[in-house]
């Protein structure tokens, strides 16, 4: 099996990755940490505010994400992946907030090297201190590493994605 980082994030969806904004896949697809297995990047609820952790993959509405091309959207597009008030430093908690058009906090983009990029920030969302088990919350997902190999999400090999209907 071909895994670039120890803290990435696979794209599951069952397809080659190529040079886009946006994965090759359309529809839902879960994002699981690249060198463990069943575990799922999850928003807490579908409140404005909810926290996004590592938990076991169940395939569930908090699981299911749609790169749109702009932003991350869950819940049927309702809401997206989201920088608290678009704060840079590095180590800050991702969440999920109601979309809205233009918000910068919620634009990211797939990056050819297979990650999650924030647009035009120079950040890619990564996992706290390379945590890959199931976590508390206070564990959370964050972004804060800029375009190296070590980012959030990592492609693997294309039997290692899995989409979700």
């Known amino acids: ?24 896949f359309k529809g839902q697809v879960t994002l699981e940490p690249g060198l463990t297995v069943n575990t799922c990047m999850t928003a807490a ?14 395939y569930a509405d908090n699981q299911k994400w749609v790169f749109n091309g702009v932003a991350v959207t869950i819940f049927g597009g309702t809401k997206c992946l989201d920088v608290p008030s678009g704060n840079t430093a590095d180590g800050v908690k991702l969440q999920i907030w109601t979309c809205a058009n233009g918000n910068t906090n919620q634009m990211f983009f797939y990056t050819r090297n ?10 890619c969302v990564d996992l706290t201190a390379g945590n890959q088990a199931s976590v508390d919350p206070e564990d959370m997902v964050d972004y804060g ?10 492609y693997g090999e294309e039997n290692d994605m899995q989409t979700v209907n």
């Open 145 to 154: 590493v800029d375009f190296s190999d070590d980012g959030f999400m990592d």
């Open 114 to 123: 297979n990650r999650l990029a924030w647009t035009n920030k120079g950040k």
């Open 1 to 24: 099996m071909h895994f670039v980082a120890a803290s990435g994030l696979l794209l599951a969806a069952g397809i080659k990755a190529v040079s886009a904004q946006v994965p090759p």
């Open 45 to 58: 609820s579908n409140k404005d505010g909810a926290i996004v952790t590592i938990e076991d993959c169940t």
